[in-house]
């Protein structure tokens, strides 16, 4: 599979210090954090593992697009550095699509205007994210998004 990289510094704060003694409190923080950030994902097939500042993801997504939004909820965390994707897809393989990372001063129109030459296509890249993203405007740097063909 693969290693998706984060900024480390960059996310929601839900863990507690990561440390071997925190790691097992740490993984169901996140198994809890993805099951809440993901409603209508069938999420009950993933296990995440935190070691250090990585998690390794592992288990059943029915949907390349599932997976790519359980990637971003757990690394889209204050604290990880590295999500080791080992989720396998049960339903038709698609193309994965492209990932960008907000850099200060963007906007999803900037982003759209860059990835696709259009500024009003950012509607396409806020629904690809959604539930993580619940308004347009609210993004910030670091995060990591998923961005659609």
């Known amino acids: 599979m693969s290693l998706f990289s984060f900024l480390k510094e960059a996310g929601e704060k839900i863990l507690d210090a990561l440390t071997p ?13 993805v099951q809440s950030a993901l409603t209508g994902i069938d999420t009950s097939r993933i296990q995440v593992k935190v070691e250090g500042d990585k998690v ?3 288990g059943e997504a029915g949907s390349q697009e599932e997976k790519e939004k359980i990637l971003l909820a757990l690394g889209n965390v204050a604290g990880v ?17 492209k990932f960008v990372t ?3 001063g963007d906007t ?5 205007k860059r990835v696709y030459g259009d500024p009003n296509k950012y509607q396409k890249i806020f629904e690809a994210n959604k539930p993580q993203l619940k308004h ?8 990591v998004l998923r961005i659609p063909e």
């Open 56 to 58: 390794i993801a592992t």
């Open 136 to 143: 347009p405007d609210k993004i910030y740097p670091g995060q």
């Open 108 to 112: 999803l129109s900037a982003i759209s």
């Open 21 to 33: 003694d925190k790691a097992e409190a740490n993984s169901e923080a996140l198994t809890k954090h």
């Open 81 to 97: 550095s590295g999500v080791d994707d080992q989720i396998t897809v049960t339903g038709p393989v698609t193309t994965a699509a």
């Open 102 to 104: 907000v850099e200060k």
